[in-house]
């Protein structure tokens, strides 16, 4: 019932871009982004939900496609600050019953 | 500012021992939630708890056991540590039955079972 993240990891020079993707094989609710720093707790970024619009704030947003039952989460123009990984949780029905990814490493160099 | 925190960052064990981990949350959330991270697994949900005294497993139960008494506090129980259990694990807390359910993480706890 874990949902399926790509890739695991990625390395960026600060400004590049990137895209980190989440799948389920069921449908779903909604999905949320989690972006966790190195010895810190996962912190909330974002949820999408059914019929939903794409959402983002700064240079982060991201975008769910319920027909794929895929989620995607675009960082553009990396700051250094964006380093962590970023979780994708779903959630089947609103029911608070959540599973997360594995997770995307994101490294972002000077 | 929203808290949730947990007893304690780090915690070593011996094998065969009774471990308790304890959550509590400062935002009246009926919704508690245990998970276990390991690398290239991400966060595996143990248990949750949608009120008081009530409680559903995740995918991975087997081997430990909570409790919520009060509506702030959730208990995850190692009923006999084992060596496999050893990991971070991470308690939230969440509204219920909203739109924008966003989860609030502790900081973790680091479990090592010798």
């Known amino acids: 019932q874990q949902p399926v993240q790509s890739p695991q990891a990625v390395i960026l020079r600060e400004g590049e871009d990137a895209v980190i993707n989440c799948s389920s094989s069921k449908a779903l609710y909604s999905v949320h982004w989690y972006r966790q720093k190195h010895g810190e707790a996962p912190v909330f970024l974002m949820i999408l939900l059914k019929g939903g619009e794409q959402k983002g704030h700064d240079k982060i947003s991201a975008s769910f496609n319920e027909k794929k039952q895929q989620s995607s989460l675009y960082l553009t123009a990396s700051q250094l600050s964006y380093s962590g990984t970023y979780f994708c949780?779903?959630?089947?029905?609103?029911?608070?019953?959540?599973?997360f990814g594995a997770g995307t490493r994101l490294t972002v160099k000077p | 500012d929203v808290k949730v925190t947990q007893s304690s960052r780090y915690l070593v064990k011996r094998t065969g021992e009774k471990v308790f981990l304890e959550c509590v949350q400062d935002m009246d959330h009926e919704n508690m939630f245990w998970y276990r991270q390991d690398p290239g697994l991400g966060l595996r949900l143990i248990y949750f708890s949608y009120d008081v005294k009530m409680k559903e497993k995740g995918d991975i139960p087997e081997g430990y056991s909570v409790s919520r008494e009060k509506k702030e506090r959730f208990s995850l129980i190692l009923e006999s540590a084992s060596t496999n259990q050893t990991s971070m694990y991470l308690c939230?807390?969440?509204?219920?039955?909203?739109?924008?359910?966003?989860?609030?993480f502790g900081p973790g706890t680091r479990l090592t079972v010798l």
């Open positions: 939230a807390s969440s509204f219920e039955r909203v739109i924008n359910n966003e989860q609030f």
């Open positions: 949780g779903t959630e089947i029905v609103n029911n608070n019953d959540m599973r």
